[in-house]
């Protein structure tokens, strides 16, 4: 029988209940963790994304690792799964909560296992970035798939709030700012001091244009993300956003029009990860918004298409 984490939620894609107290994660591969935070809302009724962790794990369920698209790969005959469970966050102590997302992250990194971290809210990234830059010698480079660009100063006070974490990273001595790619940005949901902030910073902007653009085959605009978020860094993050797709494939998520398809999304995490990443999250699913689960069924299509792309990097 799968493991149960809490209630009728069973461990990720069928993976082993592990834990870091113990030895019990070292036979694993990949370490799975949920981070059910939501801090300030930001808009309208889109609230309840500290759900996703759940209900990802429960529609993971229906999921085998096989995908035959990818010449067959069948990701876990490769790969064994553990489910950390979920950080013990603090509902309404934002800095409480976003000590306790940096040091479980950064005993996540100590293991040296390839960790998901499945959101929750976006402003839970930068801590889990912030443990990874003391882990590594060398500074850190991001390849951050969103419509928007998450780096506002603060949001009515907050600092750490989802519509801030990169403005927290772009602060930080840790990562290299011309090695964060912020890549799918499209809307006018942005405002014009977010990408003045980007430029300032020298962030890269890849919007949805481009990736349009590319065509079906997005190898060589993946190659070009990655050659820039990889310069002058030890580390490459992947944070994805769930609004970076187009609202007819996020039907749980902000009304974000013209983004990126749903094969456009797998195709570039796949190659990110085919090139090298040491770990990705996965924010902003409203399990609430959508009746049939379609955005939470399909954060496990994106974990598989990078693990599928971990193993063949592995290979090479």
């Known amino acids: 029988m799968t493991d149960k984490l809490y209630g009728n939620t069973p461990c990720y894609l069928g993976g082993k209940k592990v834990s870091l107290k113990d030895n019990s994660y070292q036979d694993r591969d990949v370490l799975v963790y949920g981070v059910p935070w939501e801090g300030a809302v930001t808009w309208g009724d889109y ?32 790969y064994t799964i553990g489910d950390l ?57 991001i390849l951050h798939l969103d419509a928007h660009y998450d780096n506002h100063p603060d949001y009515d006070g907050d600092l750490y709030a989802r519509s801030t974490p990169f403005h927290r990273i772009y602060e930080s001595e840790s990562v290299r700012n011309e090695s964060i790619v912020h890549m799918g940005i499209h809307g006018p949901r942005n405002k014009p001091e977010t990408g003045k902030y980007a430029a300032e910073v020298g962030a890269t902007t890849i919007s949805v ?10 190898t060589e605009l993946a190659q070009k993300a990655y050659d820039i978020a990889s310069e002058g860094t030890e580390a490459v993050y992947l944070s994805i956003c769930s609004d970076v797709l187009d609202f ?44 049939n689960d379609n955005s939470s069924h399909f954060v496990t299509y994106a974990v598989l298409y990078a693990l599928a792309g971990n193993i063949l990097n592995e290979n090479k």
């Open 47 to 78: 609230t309840g994304c500290e759900l996703g962790p759940k209900v990802i794990r429960l529609n993971s369920s229906r999921y085998s690792g096989y995908l035959p698209e990818l010449n067959h790969m069948d990701v876990l005959s490769h």
């Open 85 to 141: 469970g979920d950080i013990d966050v603090v509902p309404a102590d934002t800095l409480e909560t976003m000590t306790r997302i940096e040091n479980f992250a950064s005993n996540v990194w100590k293991t040296g296992k390839f960790p998901v971290a499945f959101g929750g809210d976006h402003g839970i990234t930068y801590p889990i970035v912030k443990a990874l830059s003391e882990e590594v010698e060398g500074k850190v480079g």
């Open 248 to 291: 007819a494939f996020n039907p749980g998520g902000p009304v974000d029009g013209n983004g990126v398809t749903s094969y456009e999304l797998l195709e570039l995490v796949h190659e990110f990860a085919k090139l090298g990443i040491r770990g990705m999250d996965y924010v902003e699913v409203y399990p609430q918004q959508d009746t």
């Open 209 to 218: 244009r481009e990736i349009r653009k590319a065509g079906t085959d997005l």
